[in-house]
């Protein structure tokens, strides 16, 4: 379980959930206590009734059910759901889940079957693929349910239409439903740290072991106690599956706790001190446990407690003169990863593809073979347009006009809308 306000989330705290959910309320936030969805031989019906009632007592804005890996299938969700339900008592529950394994937009519809009245689905050109479900695709099978959808899904269709331009302007990926896939169930590694495994594999030449990595990640969130699968734990896996992989440990003839974590990271050590969750120090394999608490690293580890500086403090460190955006983003991510971005992480610019003249305008611009564009407006007679040369024929629709784009090498010949 992980306490989040409604706009930052957090995967672990020194103190408990419920107290965590109290600072941030003494601070005036609403928050929201997420409850995250896993498979393993301990997240069982009564796992799940426990700590929802954990969570409830905590007295939330919300309670959040995740499914951040897509792993919940319709007959889980079933005989799950009720449980969740129950146990939050008068805590309103939102339904989050990914559609990694396909299954996403069956269970939404299972939810509201059995009493979920929050959805959380993102607008294509974003929505499937790993991502939510598309919330055109929802909204339409509900109303082929009986029910009514409480959004206005009118202005969505132009953020729709405007993202897709952008996406498809800038060679972006548009969301699209994904095959189901049975071994996500065997690793549970969440789809976008697959793609960052194979790429920091193939950085070191060892591009080759991923499905090694895949089978030893199991083996690894076995070793851990069955964590849940979302950030930062799921990087924690991950990571120590590949070192395992990588120095060959687990494919010599050596006695098994000889010889696998000869190497872990320092967030690992965290893990088995509890600084993500005191769960870990209940769940982990004892023996796995005591081998990387023994290295001295682990020691130097031990005493240290988390740093709180004050805002000015953070301010005076990372520049004085930044935006509060630019400035979170510096405290959580990183210099190194902000520096990394584009423009330093500014947006681009994009010109509202809405306007049918405007695109048009635009795609003409682009075009190598013109140097100049002509266009004169006729009242109730839609437009004249002359390009200088061309040498192919485009067209332009509009709802009320329509005009012919159209150039010839020597003498342009006028078009009229």
Excluded at 232 to 260: D, F, H, M
Excluded at 310 to 331: A, C, N
Aim: with cysteine; net charge positive; aromatic share 8%.
């Amino acid at each position: 379980m992980c306490a989040s306000t409604r706009r930052t989330h957090g995967s672990g705290f020194a103190k408990a959930p419920s107290a965590s959910i109290a600072d941030l309320k003494k601070t005036g936030m609403d928050t929201v206590a997420n409850l995250i969805y896993s498979v393993s031989p301990r997240h069982t019906d009564e796992y799940y009734a426990r700590k929802a009632k954990e969570a409830a007592a905590s007295n939330p804005w919300r309670i959040c059910f995740k499914d951040v890996g897509g792993l919940l299938t319709p007959e889980r969700a079933r005989t799950l759901i009720p449980v969740v339900l129950k146990s939050a008592g008068k805590i309103p529950v939102e339904f989050h889940a990914h559609c990694n394994s396909g299954q996403a937009p069956l269970c939404y519809l299972e939810g509201v079957k059995l009493g979920m009245r929050i959805l959380h689905t993102a607008v294509p050109p974003l929505a499937n693929g790993s991502s939510q479900p598309s919330i055109f695709n929802i909204a339409h099978n509900l109303r082929a349910l009986g029910y009514t959808p409480m959004v206005d899904l009118k202005p969505l269709e132009a953020v729709e239409k405007h993202f897709t331009a952008v996406a498809r302007k800038s060679g972006l990926p548009i969301g699209k439903p994904v095959e189901y896939d049975q071994s996500q169930y065997l690793h549970q590694v969440p789809g976008g740290m697959i793609s960052n495994m194979r790429h920091q594999l193939k950085i070191v030449g060892m591009e080759h072991k991923m499905e090694a990595a895949l089978e030893e990640a199991a083996h690894v969130r076995k070793d851990f106690g069955y964590p849940i699968m979302v950030t930062p734990l799921s990087q924690y896996v991950g990571t120590q599956a590949a070192i395992n992989v990588l120095l060959g440990e687990r494919y010599k003839e050596v006695p098994l706790l000889g010889e696998r974590y000869k190497e872990v990271p320092d967030q690992v050590i965290q893990y088995a001190l509890g600084f993500w969750g005191k769960e870990a120090i209940e769940v982990m394999d004892p023996d796995i446990r005591d081998k990387i608490l023994s290295r001295p690293r682990a020691k130097e580890w031990t005493q240290w407690q988390q740093p709180e500086p004050t805002l000015h403090e953070v301010r005076q460190k990372l520049g004085v003169h930044l935006s509060d955006e630019e400035l979170i983003l510096r405290f959580f991510a990183g210099d190194d990863y902000v520096n990394a971005l584009p423009d330093g992480g500014k947006p681009r610019e994009y010109l509202n593809g809405n306007l049918p003249l405007v695109r048009l305008i635009e795609q003409l611009s682009q075009r190598k073979g013109s140097n100049q564009i002509f266009i004169a407006a006729q009242p109730a007679q839609g437009f004249e347009s002359n390009l200088y040369p061309a040498t192919r024929l485009l067209r332009q629709d509009g709802e009320k006009n329509r005009g012919v784009a159209r150039a010839e090498k020597t003498h342009p010949r006028k078009t009229e809308g």
